[in-house]
């Protein structure tokens, strides 16, 4: 089984909501990622739980905010997001260094 | 910093005419080139992984090689429903902070019945 689930599949919000975007994996993989891909655009990283540790891409800004509960679990929790952010969020997840198996994607909209 | 290039950008071919997709990329150290497809509104589907120079992995009408700075994606006698975005990544050794995949910007491909 190499699925990925990701909740909710569409979500719109205005900017001064608070929502979060929930990811899980039952392959027992011990790394986790969420990227962003705007529209025509190849996924860029935002974050990764390895090992239960956060590593952060610089450019994402403080308005995204992961967490990890377990390892089979990663949330993204949204805030004051602008409409730039509008994207499809994906979450993916692959033992150590090897590949990477993606969820379906929540495609955001920020009014 | 780690580069990926993927040519062409699109590629309409007409059902059974065989092509290949090409990726050049730019690593300090390769641990791992990943081919993806994906379709519109969906997260990506992974095909396949190639960890060193002449490698080759296939897969029903979809086989993939590897040299020092280039991977192709040759595609046999497609058929309509390979019709998707093709996307090359890189993990590699040189990657500060996030250690994650990094993209190219994929092939548009289109089979026309």
């Known amino acids: 089984d190499t699925e990925v689930t990701q909740t909710p599949k569409h979500l719109v919000m205005g900017m001064t909501n608070k929502k979060s975007l929930k990811c899980e994996q039952h392959?027992?993989?011990?790394?986790m990622y969420w990227y962003k891909q705007k529209a025509k655009k190849p996924p860029e990283l935002m974050f990764v739980y390895s090992y239960e540790k956060l590593s952060i891409n610089e450019s994402v800004p403080s308005r995204f905010s992961p967490e990890c509960p377990n390892s089979s679990l990663l949330n993204l929790h949204l805030h004051a997001l602008q409409p730039e952010d509008s994207a499809l969020y994906l979450c993916?997840?692959?033992?150590?260094?090897?590949?990477?198996?993606f969820g379906p994607g929540t495609r955001l909209t920020v009014t | 910093e780690d580069q990926v290039t993927q040519s062409p950008e699109a590629l309409r071919l007409q059902e059974g005419e065989s092509s290949s997709l090409n990726c050049s990329y730019t690593v300090s150290g390769l641990r791992g080139l990943f081919w993806y497809r994906q379709d519109p509104g969906k997260g990506p589907e992974f095909l396949f992984t190639?960890?060193?120079a002449g490698e080759e992995k296939e897969k029903e009408r979809l086989k993939a090689t590897l040299t020092k700075k280039e991977s192709f994606l040759h595609i046999t006698a497609p058929k309509p429903e390979d019709s998707a975005t093709y996307l090359c990544a890189v993990h590699s050794y040189s990657g500060g902070g996030a250690d994650g995949l990094t993209f190219g910007k994929g092939t548009h491909l289109i089979i026309q019945p």
């Open positions: 993916a997840s692959s033992e150590t260094g090897y590949e990477q198996y």
């Open positions: 392959m027992g993989h011990r790394a």
């Open positions: 190639l960890y060193s």
